[in-house]
């Protein structure tokens, strides 16, 4: 069992940008996030392969920016430009072939207009 740990999320304005980090407790091929709005279905964000060969939601392309350290078992998400839509609960996800194998605990972003 992976487990893994969320951190970095926050209030900040419109515009503006926060990184998310998760630390994973064992190596795992694809990691990822997924974000869940109040009222709104989980939905996906970005994720990644251990290749690094990335995919994004067309609502965050261009201003988010996935990575990870294949060496420290971490994934990290830049989120610039931030929107007010923007705001959820951001889920890390891991698996070894697709994502939703396992779940981090969340960690909430708030963007105030």
């Known amino acids: 069992q992976v487990q893994l740990v969320e951190s970095g999320g926050g209030l900040v304005q419109a515009g503006g940008s926060l990184r998310l980090s998760c630390a994973a407790s064992g190596r795992i091929n694809v990691m990822g996030w997924y974000r869940q709005a109040p009222g709104k279905q989980r939905e996906f964000v970005a994720r990644i392969t251990s290749g690094g060969s990335t995919k994004y939601a067309d609502s965050v392309k261009g201003r988010f920016t996935i990575s990870r350290d294949n060496a420290k078992n971490a994934v990290y998400l830049q989120m610039n430009s931030l929107k007010p839509e923007d705001t959820a609960v951001y889920y890390c996800?891991?698996?070894?072939?697709?994502?939703?194998?396992?779940w981090g605990q969340g960690t909430q972003v708030t963007v105030s207009s």
């Open positions: 996800s891991a698996g070894r072939v697709v994502l939703a194998d396992y």
